[in-house]
Each structure stands twice: as structure tokens, then as C-alpha cells.
């Protein structure tokens, strides 16, 4: 199971050209959302303003080199590592959660691309990022919630906000079923066929 490209030989007979259209248009969905929102709150022009008035206000030139050394250390200390988060274990779920899903993506795109392939770095990375992933959503969603503990909302209290990690939680958790599932060559059962309909599902709500 681990080792193995489940988009390959997956139960549905799905063509690979099929699966990387899907591909396509979930990249294309998620880059539309995205530049709908920022013309909706209009946060560019909001962050160009904002740096305008800054430079301005300077009373200090920074270097480019400066710069640069800021923007670097930046991303290696407070984005890959999640530094923002103080808590040892808010930290860590993070952190699951976030490379994780860039394993889980990254492999599915790969595989999806490459289903000829008879590598198996790939597939074991897919699996292990949907793990990965799961364990910090999971951890996260119902032992650390903010809200579920400093204001004594039940755990299944979901907002707009839940929305994104209880998507990815779907897709990662229904994706590990459906692999499971259909190794266990299970020929006319339903289980492999309705995990994979429901893996499908998930992503279409993540990305649509």
C-alpha cells in the first residue's frame, strides 16, 4: 500500500489524462478563488499603500543586501518553523499539518503526471504527508482549539474559518482509505469505489 501509486490502477478506471485535467482545473479554481478575493477585499491595494506610506515615514535606508538577509531569516525561522506559535505542542501540530500537506500535494501532482512510473518515493511520500497531516489536523482539532478551550465551545462548533482544515483533513483521511482499501483488491465491494468518490468530493470542496 505505502509503496504504491494508488492513481495508477485506481478501482474507478479513471484515464490518467482525466486525472490530470481534474489537476488542472483544482490549480486553476484555487488561483481564480484566490485573485477574486484579493480584488474583493482589495488587499494588494491596501498593501501597497501601506509600504508607499512606510517608505515615506523611513527615516533609514535599508540595503538590498539587508534586505534580503531579513526576508531569508524570516522564512527560516518564523514560516518553517512555525515560530509565531509559542506552544511547544501548538507548534508541532502545525507543523504536521503544514508539511504534511506540502508532501501530500507535491506527491499527487507527481503521480498523477507520472503514472508509469514505477517509483516508490513518491507514493510513500503521499502516504506519509496524508499521515502527517491527519495526526496534526486531528491533534489540533480536537485537543487544541482555541476556542473550544478558553470558551468552552463544544469540538464540533465549525465556523467559515474550519472550513479549510476540515477540507484537507477529508481529503487526506478519505485518500488513506481509499489506498487501504483498494490494495486489499476487494473486486465488487463498494469500499474502494466509495473512498475514492468521496476523495474526490473532498477536493473538489478544498479547491472549488
Known amino acids: 500500500m505505502l509503496t504504491t501509486n494508488p492513481f495508477a490502477e485506481n478501482v474507478l478506471n479513471i484515464p490518467s489524462y482525466a486525472l490530470q485535467g481534474f489537476l488542472i482545473l483544482m490549480v486553476i479554481f484555487t488561483i481564480g478563488g484566490v485573485l477574486l478575493d484579493m480584488m474583493h477585499k482589495k488587499n494588494v491595494k491596501f498593501f501597497f499603500e501601506n509600504a508607499k506610506k512606510a517608505k515615506l515615514s523611513a527615516t533609514k535606508s535599508v540595503a538590498t543586501g539587508k534586505k534580503v538577509s531579513i526576508i531569508v531569516k524570516t522564512l527560516a525561522h518564523d514560516v518553517a518553523t512555525s515560530a509565531e506559535f509559542c506552544g511547544v505542542t501548538r507548534r508541532i501540530t502545525h507543523l504536521l499539518g503544514m508539511y504534511g500537506t506540502i ?86 465491494r463498494w469500499d474502494d469505489k466509495v473512498f475514492l468518490i468521496l476523495y474526490i468530493i473532498s477536493n473538489l470542496a478544498l479547491f472549488g
Open 103 to 188: 508532501f501530500f500535494w507535491i506527491a499527487s501532482a507527481v503521480m498523477i503526471f507520472n503514472t508509469a512510473s514505477t517509483s516508490t518515493f513518491y507514493p510513500l511520500l503521499w502516504h506519509v504527508g496524508a499521515i502527517m497531516t491527519c495526526v496534526g489536523g486531528y491533534w489540533f482539532w480536537l485537543f487544541l482549539r482555541v476556542d473550544v478551550l478558553a470558551e468552552a465551545h463544544p469540538w464540533y462548533r465549525i465556523i467559515k474559518a474550519d472550513l479549510f482544515v476540515l477540507t484537507l483533513l477529508a481529503c487526506a483521511t478519505f485518500g488513506l482509505a481509499w489506498s487501504y482499501t483498494q490494495s486489499l483488491n476487494l473486486e465488487n
